[in-house]
């Protein structure tokens, strides 16, 4: 029984992973993206980046999920999107807005005499960027988004609300068949998966001690 469980709750963690992975693949470089809006010099730009984020950050992922998938169809008469694309979407928008304000942070607290030395030595806004502030940013930023990923890896769990099979959707089946035993053993999966996350943003910590 043991070896079923455990088949059948990899099968669910592999749409987790998929979740996960995709998510970040898409929100870390719109978050930079919006970060950028929420900073520009244009007020109209800046005040539209401002406010999604404030919508997204302020209302909860489950209802956005909500939204996402049947909203196309009941407000317009769209086709529903896929379940799984819609997940993809939600959280793709949800941790863009997380990530934007955590780049901003980081970026907004490299000292403006850095930006001032760079151009005293007639580099460019680009290179400034690149070779002076994006890796300050990046050490500033590492326990922040090490909390994101985390807390990413949990609220995959979310998507179950519009029938997406992860990993708990998976232990939960094995209630019907009089065992509870399976839905804490997918805790277990949840702690290797961050126990795994924390042991690399540790590590990446370290290589970035030189900032010291």
Known sequence: MLTTVTL????????????????????????????????????????????????????????QILIIFYGPGLL???????????????????????????????????????????????????????????????KRIVPPMSNEFITLVKDTALVRVISVYEIIWMGETFIKKGMIWPLFYTAVFYLVVNGILTLLFGWVEQKLDYFK
Do not use: D, H
């Open 76 to 138: 317009f008469g769209l086709p529903l999107l896929p379940r799984f694309t819609a997940a993809l979407v939600s959280f793709a928008i949800n941790y863009a807005c997380y990530f934007s304000e955590i780049y901003r942070g980081g970026i907004q607290s490299v000292p403006q005499g850095q930006y001032e030395a760079g151009q005293v030595l007639g580099m460019t806004r680009s290179q400034i960027f690149f070779r002076i502030t994006l890796l300050q940013v990046i």
């Open 8 to 63: 059948t709750l990899l099968e669910g963690l592999l749409t987790t992973l998929e979740l996960f992975a995709l998510t970040l693949l898409l929100a870390l470089p719109l978050g930079l993206v919006i970060s950028f809006g929420s900073m520009s010099t244009f007020a109209p730009l800046r005040y539209l980046m401002k406010t999604i984020v404030w919508v997204i950050r302020g209302t909860p992922l489950m209802i």
